[in-house]
C-alpha cells in the first residue's frame, strides 16, 4: 500500500522568494516519487521524478526536489519564485519492484501556489 | 497532434443522458488511464488498459463505462449520471515496462451533470 500526504493546501510567496512544498510519503516497497504541476484547466504536467537513482532530482522550470528516506520526504523546491510558477503541485507515488512498474501513481491532496508581485 | 488529446474539452449533460469522452494518445505508449479529479479530493484512478487489457478497475460504478479498442485511443461512455460525478475528467498515458514511464496527461474534459 502507498500513500502521500502533501502539508499546505495552500502555499504563499512573494515573487523572488524560495518556494518550498512539502510532501511526505508511505510505501511497502521502494518507491518511485513525481511532482506533476496543474495550471488552470489544462492537465498535469511533469517537473520531475525519482526513481532510485541521484536523490536530488532537477526538473523543468528551475525545480528540484529531494528524496530522504530516513524521513519519507520527498519536498519540491525553487530558489525564486517567479509569477508563471503560480498552479497547483501534487506529489505522486508509484510502486515499483524488480524493476517492473505496476503503473499505479498514488496522488496527494495538491498545493496550491500563489505568487505575489 | 501531439502528446495526449481529450475531447469534448466541456460538456454538460442531464442524468438521463448518454454520452461520450473520447481520449487519443500519439506517444506510441501502451498503457491509458482514466482519472476523475473532484474539487477538494485527490485525482482518483478509474480504469487502467495495458496493451488494450483493463488491468485495473478501482471500484467504478457501472453508469461508467471504458472501452479501449487500440493501444491509441481511450473512450469512457457515460449514463444515467448523477449530480456528484461533475468532475474534471483527465487521461493519461504511459510506456509500461521502459525506463522512462511516467504519465503523460491530457487537458481534461470538464464534466458538468445537472
Known amino acids: 500500500a502507498q500513500s502521500v500526504t502533501q502539508l499546505g493546501s495552500h502555499v504563499s510567496v512573494s515573487e523572488g522568494a524560495l518556494v518550498l512544498l512539502r510532501c511526505n510519503y508511505s510505501?511497502?516497497?521502494?518507491?518511485?516519487l513525481f511532482w506533476y504541476v496543474q495550471y488552470p484547466n489544462q492537465g498535469l504536467q511533469l517537473l520531475l521524478k525519482?526513481?532510485?537513482?541521484?536523490?536530488l532530482v532537477k526538473g523543468i522550470n528551475g525545480f528540484e526536489a529531494e528524496f530522504k528516506k530516513s524521513e519519507t520526504s520527498f519536498h519540491l523546491t525553487k530558489p525564486s519564485a517567479h509569477m508563471s510558477d503560480a498552479a497547483e503541485y501534487f506529489c505522486?507515488?508509484?510502486?515499483?519492484?524488480?524493476?517492473?512498474?505496476?503503473?499505479?501513481?498514488?496522488f496527494g491532496q495538491g498545493t496550491i501556489l500563489t505568487v505575489h508581485p | 497532434e501531439t502528446g495526449v488529446t481529450q475531447t469534448p474539452r466541456h460538456l454538460v449533460m442531464g442524468m438521463t443522458n448518454k454520452k461520450s469522452l473520447k481520449c487519443e494518445q500519439h506517444?506510441?505508449?501502451?498503457?491509458m488511464y482514466w482519472y476523475k479529479q473532484s474539487a477538494k479530493k485527490p485525482l482518483e484512478l478509474m480504469f487502467v488498459?495495458?496493451?488494450?487489457?483493463?488491468?485495473e478497475n478501482n471500484s467504478v460504478p457501472s453508469r461508467f463505462s471504458p472501452e479501449c479498442p487500440n493501444s491509441s485511443h481511450l473512450f469512457l461512455h457515460l449514463h444515467t449520471l448523477q449530480p456528484e460525478d461533475s468532475a474534471l475528467y483527465l487521461c493519461?498515458?504511459?510506456?509500461?515496462?521502459?525506463?522512462?514511464?511516467?504519465?503523460?496527461f491530457g487537458p481534461g474534459t470538464r464534466l458538468t451533470v445537472t
Open positions: 493519461a498515458s504511459s510506456q509500461e515496462g521502459a525506463e522512462r514511464d511516467e504519465q503523460y
Open positions: 510505501s511497502s516497497v521502494p518507491p518511485y
Open positions: 525519482y526513481t532510485s537513482a541521484a536523490t
Open positions: 505522486a507515488v508509484s510502486a515499483h519492484a524488480g524493476g517492473t512498474s505496476y503503473g499505479k501513481l498514488t
Open positions: 506517444l506510441g505508449h501502451n498503457a
Open positions: 488498459y495495458n496493451f488494450k487489457e483493463q488491468t
